[in-house]
T-cell receptor, first 111, second 115 residues
Framework: RKEVEQDPGPFNVPEGATVAFNCTYS??????FFWYRQDCRKEPKLLMS???SGNEDGRFTAQLNRASQYISLLIRDSKLSDSATYLC????????????FGRGTSLIVHP | DAMVIQNPRYQVTQFGKPVTLSCSQT?????MYWYQQKSSQAPKLLFH???????NEADTPDNFQSRRPNTSFCFLDIRSPGLGDAAMYLC??????????????FGDGTRLSIL
């Protein structure tokens, strides 16, 4: 089993739709969780950190479920500009500095 | 303003000809990473520095070396590039924290092509 798993998609949704991605992780000692966005042929950029209590940033909501060992990303009112690959990143207990990337979920928002 | 700067953006080299990629940062982060990313794949960690301590991933080929002469700069040396080394190379930094891992900041990447 891979350490961090994501459905590669693509998720093909119309503008205005709500879309959700999940990411599962295998290491129960994982402590830090992040969502990154990567555009084609560009570098990953931090979208949001994922906190235990869940957090929201505008149209984006991230949640953590430790019992089931997954994190989620919800995008409301999708825009064309949201089309990208969304990478899930998990880091084990503090001090290891070694983030593990999922392979990413591709989102295509169409008019 | 770019905070993690990679040079060059595009690099073309010949099969077997050594190449060096560079990364600099203005964030004063103590951890620096080098990743290799191929199309439709996750970034693959090659090695990282915590301050001056070098940490090599077990499956990183010996062909890949790195230097970090100071906090701000880090280099990736590919001694004898093969066709399979054509990829995007990403440099990232983070603030090392013993309690909670901090997010990484990535440079724009260097796209390496091998002729």
């Amino acid at each position: 089993r891979k350490e961090v798993e994501q459905d590669p998609g693509p998720f093909n949704v119309p503008e205005g739709a709500t879309v959700a991605f999940n990411c599962t992780y295998s290491n129960s000692a994982s402590q830090s969780f992040f969502w990154y966005r990567q555009d084609c042929r560009k570098e990953p950029k931090l979208l949001m950190s994922v906190y235990s209590s869940g957090n929201e940033d505008g149209r984006f909501t991230a949640q953590l479920n430790r019992a089931s060992q997954y994190i989620s990303l919800l995008i409301r009112d999708s825009k064309l500009s949201d089309s990208a690959t969304y990478l899930c990143v998990v880091t084990s207990s503090g001090g290891s500095y070694i983030p593990t990337f999922g392979r990413g979920t591709s989102l295509i928002v169409h008019p | 303003d770019a905070m993690v700067i990679q040079n060059p953006r595009y690099q073309v080299t010949q099969f077997g000809k050594p190449v060096t990629l560079s990364c600099s940062q203005t964030l004063n982060h103590n951890v620096m990473y080098w990743y290799q990313q191929k199309s439709s794949q996750a970034p693959k960690l090659l090695f990282h520095y915590y301050d001056k301590d070098f940490n090599n991933e077990a499956d990183t080929p010996d062909n890949f070396q790195s230097r970090r002469p100071n906090t701000s700069f880090c280099f990736l040396d590919i001694r004898s590039p093969g066709l399979g080394d054509a990829a995007m190379y990403l440099c990232a930094t983070s603030r090392g924290d013993r309690v909670l891992n901090q997010p990484q900041h990535f440079g724009d990447g260097t796209r390496l092509s091998i002729l």
